[in-house]
């Protein structure tokens, strides 16, 4: 039986887990578009926050990371000190890219002289969520480089016997097959995405803002739940994601029950049935100084033959 210890797969010259870390870009940077497109704004703007975010997450993993080696290892434990910019052979913290990356596009929102200005709420629940799948693809990465993984899995075990050869084969490391943990995070993260992107988002059905709190809650309670399970277990990460848990249960109730919304609101019916209008219906948070409705302009160019209904809740 081969050991996979410390082999990193590769696709001609191209290290699988780079490839992983690209394509989980491209796919949070396309979901986020779908939505920034429905709210009518500027590629321009999506651009420039593009131009931001993703160095900045590269940099903000990659020192987290090099600080939790610090305070393990009491130095750099992967060889030369140098090898600490080798990015490609691994070790990002996804903790340290969101918090690196969403301060930096805060502060651009906030301080942009743009005219056409960026709700900073509708920006937080459009962005955070997309994270999700760029997380999911990332995750096989960590399955290409190895790493990531649980404790010993006993080969008498449900979980052993259920999983496909190929991950069973590559999860044999350090003389033992170990727990898949980047299979376990990736398929939570997975259904978290359906979740809070393409119902909750899809459908508005929460307030501005909610469902980015929610997905730093989310990932706060998995992480949380699953780094004492991973072999390298790092207290670094626990404390980062109870901090998750507190920051996002605080801005869940914040932006759900507390911040007053300045917004006219319009039920959208996604079907012309009557008996649907319970079930499937689109909420739509237009800003009360927008004379045009910008929004349900754009909303009907994507669904034709729409029911709107005032649904008179512009502050709660």
């Given at each position: 039986m081969k050991d996979y210890a410390g082999i990193s797969l590769q696709v001609g010259p191209f290290y699988v887990y780079s490839?992983?870390?690209?394509?989980?870009?491209?796919?949070?940077?396309?979901?986020?578009?779908?939505?920034?497109?429905r709210e009518k704004y500027s590629f321009e703007q999506l651009a420039i926050l593009i131009f931001?975010?993703?160095?900045?997450?590269?940099?903000?993993?990659r020192f987290v990371?090099?600080?939790q080696q610090l305070i393990e290892y009491k130095g750099w434990a992967n060889g030369p000190w140098y090898k600490m910019f080798y990015v490609w052979e691994g070790g990002l913290s996804i903790h340290g890219g969101v918090i690196t990356a969403t301060i930096c596009c805060v502060i651009y929102i906030i301080f942009s002289k743009n005219p056409k200005r960026i709700d900073l709420k509708k920006a937080f629940s459009i962005i955070l969520p997309a994270v999700l799948i760029g997380q999911v693809i990332g995750r096989w990465g960590n399955f290409a480089?190895?790493?990531?993984?649980?404790?010993?899995?006993?080969e008498n075990s449900l979980a052993f016997k259920l999983l496909p050869k190929l991950i069973r084969d590559h999860m044999y490391i350090n003389g033992n097959y170990r727990m898949p943990l980047f299979l376990y995070e990736?398929?939570?993260?997975?259904?978290?995405?359906?979740?809070?992107?393409?119902?909750?988002?899809?459908?508005?059905?929460?307030?501005?803002?909610?469902?980015?709190?929610?997905?730093?809650?989310?990932?706060?309670?998995l992480r949380f739940g699953m780094e004492p399970l991973r072999e390298d277990s790092y207290n670094i990460y626990k404390v980062i994601s109870a901090?998750?848990?507190?920051?996002g249960l605080l801005l869940t109730v914040i932006f759900e029950f507390v911040v007053k919304l300045n917004y006219n609101v319009y039920k959208v019916y996604k079907y012309n049935k009557e008996w649907t209008h319970k079930f499937f219906y689109f909420i739509v948070y237009e800003p009360k100084n927008n004379k045009?409705?910008?929004?349900?302009?754009?909303?009907?160019?994507?669904?034709?033959?729409?029911?709107?209904?005032n649904?008179?809740?512009s502050t709660s």
């Amino acid at each position: 039986m081969k050991d996979y210890a410390g082999i990193s797969l590769q696709v001609g010259p191209f290290y699988v887990y780079s490839l992983t870390m690209m394509l989980g870009m491209l796919a949070s940077i396309l979901t986020v578009y779908y939505f920034w497109r429905r709210e009518k704004y500027s590629f321009e703007q999506l651009a420039i926050l593009i131009f931001i975010a993703l160095p900045t997450a590269i940099i903000g993993a990659r020192f987290v990371f090099v600080i939790q080696q610090l305070i393990e290892y009491k130095g750099w434990a992967n060889g030369p000190w140098y090898k600490m910019f080798y990015v490609w052979e691994g070790g990002l913290s996804i903790h340290g890219g969101v918090i690196t990356a969403t301060i930096c596009c805060v502060i651009y929102i906030i301080f942009s002289k743009n005219p056409k200005r960026i709700d900073l709420k509708k920006a937080f629940s459009i962005i955070l969520p997309a994270v999700l799948i760029g997380q999911v693809i990332g995750r096989w990465g960590n399955f290409a480089n190895h790493e990531v993984y649980g404790q010993v899995m006993s080969e008498n075990s449900l979980a052993f016997k259920l999983l496909p050869k190929l991950i069973r084969d590559h999860m044999y490391i350090n003389g033992n097959y170990r727990m898949p943990l980047f299979l376990y995070e990736s398929i939570a993260n997975f259904f978290s995405y359906i979740i809070l992107v393409w119902i909750l988002n899809n459908y508005n059905w929460l307030k501005p803002g909610t469902t980015g709190g929610l997905y730093i809650l989310f990932y706060g309670i998995l992480r949380f739940g699953m780094e004492p399970l991973r072999e390298d277990s790092y207290n670094i990460y626990k404390v980062i994601s109870a901090l998750y848990i507190i920051v996002g249960l605080l801005l869940t109730v914040i932006f759900e029950f507390v911040v007053k919304l300045n917004y006219n609101v319009y039920k959208v019916y996604k079907y012309n049935k009557e008996w649907t209008h319970k079930f499937f219906y689109f909420i739509v948070y237009e800003p009360k100084n927008n004379k045009k409705r910008l929004f349900k302009s754009s909303f009907n160019a994507l669904q034709k033959n729409d029911e709107k209904e005032n649904i008179n809740v512009s502050t709660s």
